[in-house]
């Protein structure tokens, strides 16, 4: 199983980036995908999940109505389109892969987005 995160880079406050995670090696549309992210010296944290078939997305409070996570269950994506980006939206960004029966769990290896003038 792999999960790729692509899609980070440096933007100024008030930008928006568009993160794109490709899933290989699992049944995509059987886990429940989610984005957390992880900040320097904080606790890594959930940020976004959307359900197996897409009918169902929640937010953290942080992020609510700036952020928007969507998935393409044909191309076995998941995407988390940033707008009216912050600097303490500053954090490493990881996809994650949750089964909708068991336990089995995985993450990407992270992509990095920078907010900063």
């Known amino acids: 199983v792999q999960l790729v995160e692509s899609g980070g880079g440096l933007v100024q406050p008030g930008g928006s980036l568009r993160l794109s995670c490709a899933a290989s090696g699992l049944s995509f549309f059987r886990y429940g995908m989610s984005w957390h992210r992880q900040a320097p010296g904080k606790e890594r944290e959930l940020v976004a999940t959307?359900?197996?078939?897409?009918?169902?997305?929640n937010y953290a409070t942080s992020v609510k109505g700036r952020y928007t996570i969507s998935r393409d269950n044909a191309k076995k994506f998941v995407y988390l389109q940033m707008n009216s980006l912050k600097p303490e939206d500053t954090a490493v960004y990881y996809c994650?892969?949750?089964?909708?029966?068991?336990?089995?769990?995985?993450w990407g290896q992270g992509t990095q987005v920078t907010v900063s003038s």
């Open positions: 994650n892969a949750k089964r909708d029966t068991g336990n089995m769990e995985y």
């Open positions: 959307i359900t197996t078939d897409g009918g169902s997305t």
